[in-house]
T-cell receptor, first 112, second 115 residues
């Protein structure tokens, strides 16, 4: 089983829609989680961090479900500019010089 | 502002050539990483370094080596480039520790084609 798994998508949604995707992780001891956004042919950039039950930043909400070992990313009122690939990242536990596990990403296409 | 700079955005090399990919960060981060990213496979760790002259193999180190002589610079070396090393190479850095220190900052990437 992979350490981090994501649905590759693509998720095709109209502007204004609410969309959510999940990321499952295998190590129940994991404490911190990250969502990165990667635009086509660009580098990943941090979108949100999740250290407890969840985090919210404007239209974006990340939630953690420890019992089922997944984190979700919810995007409300989708914009065309939200089109990107969203990567789920989980640091290795036990701590090992910040080694990270990356999901393969979920692709989101927001259509006019 | 945080900055990780990779020396080249695009490189084209021939099979058998020795290739150097350079990465410089200006954040005084202890940890630096080299990944490759391929469609359908996501980011895979090649090597990482947690201090000057210190390095650890990642998941796919075969065919690669690294050098970290200064804290700000982490170099990836392809000793004899092969076509299966055609990929997007991403450098990243972070602070040591947990929680918020786990945030990685990425360079813009080097798209390498080996012909």
């Amino acid at each position: 089983r992979k350490e981090v798994e994501q649905d590759p998508g693509p998720f095709n949604v109209p502007e204004g829609a609410t969309v959510a995707f999940n990321c499952t992780y295998s190590n129940s001891a994991s404490q911190s989680f990250f969502w990165y956004r990667q635009d086509c042919r660009k580098e990943p950039k941090l979108l949100m961090s999740v250290y407890s039950s969840g985090n919210e930043d404007g239209r974006f909400t990340a939630q953690l479900n420890r019992a089922s070992q997944y984190i979700s990313l919810l995007i409300r009122d989708s914009k065309l500019s939200d089109s990107a690939t969203y990567l789920c990242v989980v640091p290795q536990v036990p701590y090992n010089f910040n080694k990270f596990y990356f999901g393969s990403g979920t692709k989101l296409n927001v259509k006019p | 502002d945080v900055k990780v700079t990779q020396s080249s955005r695009y490189l084209v090399k021939r099979t058998g050539e020795k290739v150097f990919l350079e990465c410089v960060q200006d954040m005084d981060h202890e940890n630096m990483f080299w990944y490759r990213q391929d469609p359908g496979l996501g980011l895979r760790l090649i090597y990482f370094s947690y201090d000057v002259k210190m390095k650890e193999k990642g998941d796919i180190p075969e065919g690669y080596s690294v050098s970290r002589e200064k804290k700000e610079r982490f170099s990836l070396i392809l000793e004899s480039a092969s076509t299966n090393q055609t990929s997007m190479y991403l450098c990243a850095s972070s602070l040591p520790g947990q929680g918020a220190k786990n945030i990685q900052y990425f360079g813009a990437g080097t798209r390498l084609s080996v012909l």
